[in-house]
């Protein structure tokens, strides 16, 4: 772990999902939105050309539009140490049913499911919208035995979740580093993956009963045959990460399965298909 880690501020009322968006795009999953209308993102590489690629985007936006832009950025270096502690005083378990998603240094909760997820700059903690979607879907869809998928496992949190119902999980993302989460993270649970790699789906020869990508539109759509194509017939496609202006085409893109069940929080809609 470095010394010090960037920490960019991005406030703004009137580009807020487009800015979420940008960032998802750009490969950051650890975002955390704030009050007031702020967006913090982490990172211990410089964010510097982040933050001027944020602007140039919304400077062509208004200049497309002609409105004025009430974008506000500040990037600040910060050490380690004060995040960690930030983060013990900040994050708090969630229960989600019968899962309850905590730090390692809460107590553990009685008579449900739990996961532990510590600290890290580069990954959630199961609090977004589109994660919290996912760990109550697949609550209803992961079964004994199913053999599954997270596309784009980030931190792990749906793996672990997965596998903590019994399912045989497969893992990967293009980011080695949440591969490396994902590891840590389920050694932390006393779970173990069947397969986990870096990189994507394309030229996959397996199907599988579940698959999962928590990720954001325009990367599912990249994604879209290969998704279809490891689907086994009868299988789930849960997807998440999908900002709510992308409903419609989602639901096109995927029409010639049954959409058995969606759900929206905030700004955030999530679906569960059948094959």
């Known amino acids: 772990m470095k010394d010090n880690f960037y920490e960019l501020s991005v406030k703004t009322l009137k580009f807020y999902p487009e800015i979420l968006e940008f960032i998802f795009l750009l490969g950051f999953t650890c975002v955390e939105e704030c009050e007031n209308n702020e967006i913090l993102l982490r990172d211990e590489s410089d964010l510097s050309e982040v933050e001027w690629g944020i602007k140039e985007y919304i400077d062509r936006i208004c200049q497309t539009l002609n409105i004025d832009s009430d974008l506000v950025t500040n990037l600040s270096i910060r050490e380690n140490k004060d995040w960690i502690n930030e983060y013990k005083q900040a994050i708090k378990p969630i229960l989600l049913d019968n899962f309850y998603i905590r730090p390692s240094w809460e107590k553990e909760l009685d008579g449900v499911k739990n996961i532990i997820i510590d600290p890290a700059l580069a990954f959630g903690s199961g609090h977004h919208e589109s994660t919290s979607s996912c760990v109550l879907f697949l609550q209803k869809y992961a079964k004994e035995n199913l053999h599954a998928i997270d596309v ?38 006393n ?36 998704l279809k194509n490891i689907l086994k017939d009868g299988a789930y496609l849960v997807l998440s990460g999908i900002l709510a202006k992308y409903e419609t085409r989602i639901k096109d893109t995927f029409k010639e399965f049954e959409l058995v069940e969606q759900k929206q929080l905030n700004d955030w809609v999530s679906f569960v298909f059948k094959k």
């Open 152 to 189: 784009g496992c980030g931190s792990g949190i749906l793996s672990i979740l997965m596998s903590k119902l019994g399912c045989v999980v497969d893992a990967c993302d293009t980011d080695e580093q949440a591969v490396k989460s994902s590891i840590e993270n389920a050694k932390l649970n």
């Open 191 to 226: 779970v173990k993956y069947n397969k986990i790699w870096t990189g994507s789906i394309s030229d996959l020869n397996i199907k599988y009963d579940i698959v999962v990508a928590n990720i954001i539109a325009d990367v599912i759509f990249m994604l879209e045959k290969d």
